[in-house]
C-alpha cells in the first residue's frame, strides 16, 4: 500500500461507513437519494469521458480538485469503477 495505511485499519473504516450508509438510507427522503444518485452518476460519466478522450486517468488528489470533492471521495469513485470495469 505504500503510504504506511494499516490494511486492517482501512477495512474496519470502510466497513463502518457501509453501516453508516446503511443507517442514513434508512431515514434520507427519497427525493434525496434520487439526487445523491443522479451526482453520482455524473461524476462518474465525467472520468469516464476522461478516459475515451484517452486522457489518463488522475490520482485520486488530482481527480479530487477536478472535480471540487474530497480525496476520499474521488478515491471511492474511482474504485467504484474499476470494480464495475467501466474504467
Do not use: H, N, Y
Not at 434520487?34 to 455524473?42: H, N, T
Not at 478516459?51 to 488522475?58: F, N, Y
Not at 479530487?64 to 467504484?80: D, H
Request: proline share 5%.
Amino acid at each position: 500500500m505504500g503510504e504506511g495505511v494499516d490494511p486492517t485499519q482501512m477495512c474496519q473504516r470502510l466497513m463502518d461507513k457501509v453501516a453508516r450508509s446503511k443507517q442514513l438510507t434508512a431515514i434520507a427522503e427519497p427525493e434525496l437519494l434520487v439526487l445523491f444518485e443522479d451526482w453520482l452518476e455524473e461524476l462518474e460519466e465525467e472520468v469516464i469521458s476522461l478516459a475515451k478522450k484517452g486522457e489518463r486517468i488522475p490520482e485520486p488528489s488530482d481527480l479530487a480538485s477536478r472535480l471540487s470533492m474530497s480525496r476520499a471521495g474521488a478515491t471511492f469513485l474511482l474504485t467504484k469503477l474499476k470494480r464495475e470495469r467501466r474504467l
